[in-house]
C-alpha cells in the first residue's frame, strides 16, 4: 500500500469519527453517537461500502487521541516486505493467474510458498492482481460474450417492467403516492404493448395490465420478467399455465436479455416522463389518460433506428395473433386459493367468512375468484365444481317480520293457586284438631317463652 492511499484512509477514519471527537461530549452522549455511527454504511476509498463495529471506532477515537491523523493510517502489513524484496514474485502470480483464470488468490499463494519457500498473505496477492486489471471478476467479464436475440415473429417474446414514475395524488390516499408504470413490450416489433401506471407495485397491477394486453393485442408465447414479487407469484403463473403461455424470469444480476426493454423505459424518461413533470399531473387518472395518448401516437408510431420501420407496423405485418376465447381469459386471471371447510360449513378468504355446502365439511377445497370482486367465489373439490361460497352472517335464526317471532297477546289468568291447593289437602290428610299448624305451635312457643321471663 503507499503512502497515497494510506493518506486517503487516514482521513476517510477521521470523515467517520468526527463528530464523536468533540471535547464537550459526556461519555454517554459519545456512546449514542458512537452506536449511530456503528449503524450506518460507509463509503471506503476503493469504492466498496462498509460497516464499522463500536469497538473499531472506538479504537480510531482513541488512536487520533494519542498521535492524530498519522495515528489512523492503516499500518504496513508484515508480509509486504517478502513482496518488495522479491518483484519477480508479482510477474508469477499474474502468470499464474492468466494461465488459469479461475485459480484463486489462495490457490496461487499456495503455490508461491511450495515454489519458492516464501510466504505471501492472501490478501496481498488479491491486491497485487486487481491493481493489474486481473481480478476474476474483470477476467470473467472480459472473456464474456453476449450475443443479440430478436423474436422471428410478433408475440413471440413479451418482456414486462416496472418503472418509477413521479409523485401524484390519489383519490383513496390523504398523500401523494409514487406512481409505478407496468409495461410490456414486444421483443420483435419493439411495440409497447401496453402500460399503466399503478399507485401501488403488486401481483393485482400485474395481472390487470397483461389482462388488457392480452385483450387488446393477442396471447404470447413467452412472458419475460424479472424476480420481483409482481412477476414471481403463484397467480401469475397459474395465469400463463391456463393460457398456454411460458413464464420466464431473468437469471438474478444477468440483465443481458433485457436490453429492448431498458432501451424503452430510457425513451419513456426521455421523452413523456420529462415533458409530464414540466407540465405538472394533478392524478393518476390523468397521468394515465397522457400516457396512452403518448404510447399510441408517439411510441408506437416512430421509425426505430433498428428495424427502420413504426413498431405498430412491424407488430401487424405478422398477424393474425393467437387469440383466446373470452371464458378462458376470465377463468386465467382467477385467483386460486385452497382452504379447509371448518364444522361449521364456513371457509375464510381475504379476513372475510363464507359459508359453503354442509356436505364439505372437514374437506380440503378450492376457491377460486377475481381479486377485485369478492362477492363471487367459485367452489371446487378435486378439480369439480361444487357450487359457490356465500358471504356468511350471523343473525337471527327466525326474522322479526315472522309472524311467529312477534311477542304473544297477553294470557288472561285462569285463579288457581296450586300450593294453596297441596296445603289444603295436606291440613285435610293430617286432621286440623290433633296436630296443630305451624303457625300455632310457633305463637305456643312465644308463650311459653314469656311465661318463663315472669317467674324470673
Given at each position: ?6 493518506e486517503?484512509i ?7 469519527i ?8 459526556t461519555?454517554a452522549?459519545?456512546?449514542r453517537?458512537v ?7 460507509h463509503?471506503h476509498?476503493?469504492g466498496?461500502?462498509r460497516h464499522?463495529?463500536?469497538?473499531t471506532?472506538?479504537?480510531w ?5 494519542e ?5 489512523l493510517k492503516?499500518?504496513?502489513r ?6 518488495r524484496?522479491?518483484?519477480?514474485l508479482?510477474e508469477e502470480?499474474c ?10 488468490a489462495a490457490?496461487i499463494?499456495r ?6 519457500g516464501?510466504?505471501?498473505a492472501?490478501?496481498?496477492v488479491?491486491?497485487?492482481l ?8 474483470a477476467?470473467?467479464?472480459?472473456h ?5 436475440y430478436?423474436?422471428?415473429r ?6 414486462t417492467?416496472?418503472l ?14 409514487r406512481?409505478?408504470?407496468?409495461l410490456?413490450?414486444d421483443?420483435?416489433?419493439?411495440l409497447?404493448v ?10 393485482r397491477a400485474?395481472q390487470?395490465?397483461l ?11 413467452v412472458?419475460y420478467a424479472?424476480n420481483?414479487?409482481p412477476?414471481k ?5 397459474r395465469t ?22 431498458e432501451r ?6 426521455e421523452?413523456?416522463l420529462d415533458?409530464a413533470?414540466?407540465?405538472?399531473i394533478?392524478?393518476?387518472e390523468e397521468?394515465n389518460?397522457l400516457f ?16 427502420n ?15 383466446a376465447?373470452?371464458e378462458?381469459i ?6 386460486s ?7 361449521t360449513?364456513t ?5 372475510n367468512a ?11 377445497v ?8 369478492l362477492?363471487?367465489?367459485a ?8 357450487g359457490?361460497?356465500?358471504?356468511f352472517v350471523i343473525?337471527?335464526?327466525?326474522h322479526r317480520?315472522v309472524?311467529?317471532?312477534?311477542s304473544?297477546?297477553?294470557?288472561e ?7 294453596e291447593m297441596v296445603a289444603?289437602a295436606?291440613?285435610e290428610e293430617?286432621?286440623t284438631?290433633d296436630?296443630p299448624?305451624?303457625?300455632?305451635l ?6 311459653v317463652?314469656h ?5 324470673q
Amino acid at each position: 500500500m503507499d503512502e497515497e492511499t494510506r493518506e486517503q484512509i487516514a482521513l476517510h477514519r477521521y470523515g467517520v469519527i468526527a463528530e464523536a471527537l468533540s471535547q464537550r461530549l459526556t461519555g454517554a452522549e459519545r456512546g449514542r453517537i458512537v452506536r449511530e455511527i456503528a449503524g450506518r454504511t460507509h463509503t471506503h476509498p476503493d469504492g466498496t461500502r462498509r460497516h464499522y463495529s463500536r469497538g473499531t471506532i472506538d479504537r480510531w477515537i482513541r488512536s487520533w487521541r494519542e498521535g492524530g491523523l498519522c495515528a489512523l493510517k492503516p499500518d504496513p502489513r508484515a508480509d509486504a516486505g517478502a513482496v518488495r524484496a522479491h518483484p519477480e514474485l508479482i510477474e508469477e502470480v499474474c502468470k499464474l493467474r492468466l494461465e488459469r483464470p479461475n485459480r484463486s488468490a489462495a490457490q496461487i499463494a499456495r503455490t508461491i510458498y511450495y515454489h519458492h519457500g516464501i510466504r505471501v498473505a492472501e490478501r496481498t496477492v488479491r491486491a497485487q492482481l486487481r491493481r493489474r486489471g486481473l481480478d476474476r471478476k474483470a477476467l470473467s467479464a472480459e472473456h464474456r460474450v453476449f450475443g443479440r436475440y430478436e423474436a422471428e415473429r410478433a408475440n413471440e417474446r413479451w418482456v414486462t417492467d416496472v418503472l418509477v414514475g413521479p409523485w401524484v395524488s390519489h383519490p383513496r390516499v390523504e398523500t401523494s403516492v409514487r406512481a409505478k408504470l407496468f409495461l410490456i413490450v414486444d421483443d420483435r416489433s419493439r411495440l409497447l404493448v401496453d402500460g399503466v401506471f399503478y399507485a401501488h407495485e403488486n401481483a393485482r397491477a400485474c395481472q390487470d395490465l397483461l389482462r388488457r394486453a392480452i385483450t387488446h393485442r393477442g396471447v404470447p408465447d413467452v412472458l419475460y420478467a424479472d424476480n420481483g414479487a409482481p412477476f414471481k407469484n403463484a397467480w401469475l403463473s397459474r395465469t400463463c399455465a391456463v393460457l398456454g403461455i411460458r413464464l420466464v424470469h431473468s437469471r438474478p444480476y444477468q440483465p443481458q436479455g433485457r436490453g429492448k426493454q431498458e432501451r424503452l423505459n430510457r425513451f419513456i424518461r426521455e421523452s413523456f416522463l420529462d415533458e409530464a413533470m414540466h407540465r405538472g399531473i394533478e392524478s393518476l387518472e390523468e397521468l394515465n389518460d397522457l400516457f396512452c395518448a403518448w404510447a399510441e401516437q408517439v411510441c408506437n408510431r416512430r421509425v426505430h433506428k433498428e428495424t427502420n420501420e413504426t413498431p405498430l407496423t412491424r407488430f401487424e405485418a405478422d398477424g393474425p395473433h393467437r387469440v383466446a376465447p373470452p371464458e378462458r381469459i376470465e377463468e386465467a386471471f382467477r385467483w386460486s386459493v385452497t382452504r379447509k371447510v371448518t364444522k361449521t360449513a364456513t371457509v375464510s378468504l381475504e379476513g372475510n367468512a363464507y359459508g359453503v355446502d354442509p356436505a364439505l365439511v372437514g374437506r380440503r377445497v378450492e376457491l377460486r375468484y377475481r381479486p377485485e370482486d369478492l362477492s363471487e367465489i367459485a367452489v371446487y373439490l378435486e378439480g369439480h365444481p361444487v357450487g359457490t361460497a356465500t358471504p356468511f352472517v350471523i343473525s337471527r335464526h327466525v326474522h322479526r317480520a315472522v309472524p311467529q317471532a312477534e311477542s304473544p297477546a297477553p294470557i288472561e289468568e285462569t285463579g288457581i293457586d296450586f300450593l294453596e291447593m297441596v296445603a289444603k289437602a295436606h291440613e285435610e290428610e293430617a286432621g286440623t284438631g290433633d296436630k296443630p299448624r305451624f303457625r300455632e305451635l310457633q305463637l305456643f312457643a312465644a308463650d311459653v317463652e314469656h311465661d318463663e321471663e315472669q317467674t324470673q
